[in-house]
Every structure is written in C-alpha cells, then in structure tokens.
C-alpha cells in the first residue's frame, strides 16, 4: 500500500521555565504529565517511559509489570530536539513494522533564561494503518472513544476559559 | 494552542458540538439524515450541512442504500485517525504546559 499524504500535525506550547526544565520535564518526567487514559496496554498504564538515548525504547508499563513499545528514539539531543517512532495504529496497537511507523519530533526553544517554546511535529501519519481499523475499532464498542472525545471536550472548553 | 496548518481539518473540523456528535454517532454506525436528527436536538437540513463540511474534510463518505443516502466514517482515508491524533496532542501539551509549570515553581517556593 502506497503512503498517503496526510498533513503533519503541529502542536506548540510556550511556558516559563528554562529550557533544560522544559526538556526534563517532557522527557525524564514524561510520565507525570503524559494523560493517563492513552495507552495502549490491555492493564491499566502504570509508568509512561521514553529511555534517554538515541536507539531507547518509549513504551509503557501495565500495572502488572507488563510492557509495551509505543515507539523507538530515533535523536536524542538534549535540550533542545528529540524524534521518536509513534508505531500506534488506528486499532490502538503497537505496529512492530518500521515502514509503518510515524514519527514525533519535539523541538525547544529558549526565548528566554526563563521562557522556552516547545514545538510537536507528528508527520509520516499516512504510514499509520489507518481508519479502517480504527473504525472497526470503535463499532466493536471498546467504548473507549465515546469518552475519549468527551474528556477532549472537556479539556477543550476549560482550555478557552483560561 | 495547538497550530493546525491544515485551516478546518482536524480539530477545527470538530471543534462545533453538534458536527462532533454527528462523528460520534456514525462511528457506532453508519445513518442516514433522518436516523441522525432523531437522535441529535437539530433539524434534518441542520445536520445536513454539517454531514457536507465533514464530507469536504474526508472525515466521512455517503452511499447510496435504495432510495437513502447512508453517512459513515471515512474508511479508507486517515484523515479520522488524524484528526483523533491531533486531539490527543493538543489534550498532552496542555498537560505538559501544567506540569513544567509546576516542576519550576517548586524550587522557588522552599527558597
């Protein structure tokens, strides 16, 4: 199957802390900010981990001591670029196939000694198996979608009150 | 927060409620007009507006069954899991915006 050109999606924070915080906290402490109902693993997500290194694994860990890959660090260059594989399809799974996988790139920036932009690029997503599966996903009624969206909306409106 | 390069797809695309409930429904199952009004507190031609600018987007096809017309998920673009994935993004930097906030401020406050 041929890729698909899908656009990359651009996300881009800015927050007041250094940029060495900004990159610790996104990498080192993924976990303590990562939201918890996006894992992939059939137990519930105990630790969300991205190994430091280029080559590391970035996977999760059930609350059964179970793993699961979500991606591999592709450049590790603290503080300010890391890339990472996302390998999770439209089902919700990990996809050990590297001509399937897109990638994550994070970028930081310092405006500041107190001030860092943190820029997401999510592109080669038409390599992800793609909405077929996700649809017969959601019609098998995992129900996770219903209030995935839900908590999105949540989440959306009290973003436009702050 | 998030940049959408993309003008009205993804996030922007079900960024109006009604438009999201209509995805929601056809993602349990594929509906005609009539089946999507009765479930949703909008009138047919209502949510036949809403079914086009999900049609432009490709986040949805139609079939002709008999004499209706059948809406569902678009199933062979990704422009759904797409979308899906730029929710997820946008909900994560926010988390992380709270997180790095709360990280720094730490040391100030035993100071």
Redesign the interface.
């Given at each position: 199957m041929s890729e698909?050109s899908?656009?990359?999606?651009?996300?881009?924070?800015t927050?007041?802390?250094?940029i060495e915080?900004?990159f610790?906290?996104?990498t080192n402490?993924f976990d303590?900010?990562?939201?918890r109902e996006?894992h992939i693993g059939q137990p519930d997500i105990a630790e969300a981990i991205i190994e430091p290194r280029e080559g590391g694994r970035w996977y999760e860990r059930g609350v059964d001591g179970s793993e699961c890959d979500w991606g591999r660090v592709l450049a590790w260059e603290p503080p300010h670029r890391f890339v990472v594989t996302w390998q999770i399809n439209?089902q919700w799974q990990f996809d050990p196939d590297p001509s399937r996988a897109s990638e994550v790139e994070v970028l930081f920036a310092a405006d500041g000694p107190?001030r860092?932009t943190?820029e997401?690029t999510?592109q080669y997503?038409?390599r992800?198996e793609?909405?077929?599966v996700?649809?017969e996903a959601?019609?098998e009624?995992s129900g996770s979608?219903?209030s995935l969206?839900a908590?999105?909306?949540k989440?959306?409106v009290e973003?436009d009150k702050v | 927060m998030c940049v959408d390069t993309n003008g009205d797809t993804g996030v922007g695309l079900l960024g109006d409620p009604t438009r999201r409930a209509i995805f929601e429904l056809l993602a349990r199952n594929p509906s005609s007009v009539r089946e999507l009004a009765e479930r949703l507190p909008v009138s047919r031609p209502a949510v036949s507006q809403h079914l086009r600018v999900l049609k432009d987007g490709g986040l949805v096809v139609s079939r002709a069954e008999g004499t209706r017309r059948v809406y569902q998920l678009n199933p062979v673009g990704v422009n759904a899991l797409r979308t899906y994935l730029d929710r997820i993004w946008d909900e994560a930097l926010l988390a992380f915006h709270k997180a790095a906030v709360a990280a720094n401020s730490k040391p100030n406050q035993e100071q």
């Open positions: 698909l899908v656009p990359a999606i651009r996300g881009k924070v927050v007041d802390v250094p915080c900004a610790d906290v996104f402490s303590s900010w990562w939201p996006f439209g107190e860092t943190v997401v999510h997503i038409g992800l793609g909405s077929q996700l649809y959601i019609s009624g979608w219903p969206l908590r999105f909306e989440a959306a973003q | -």
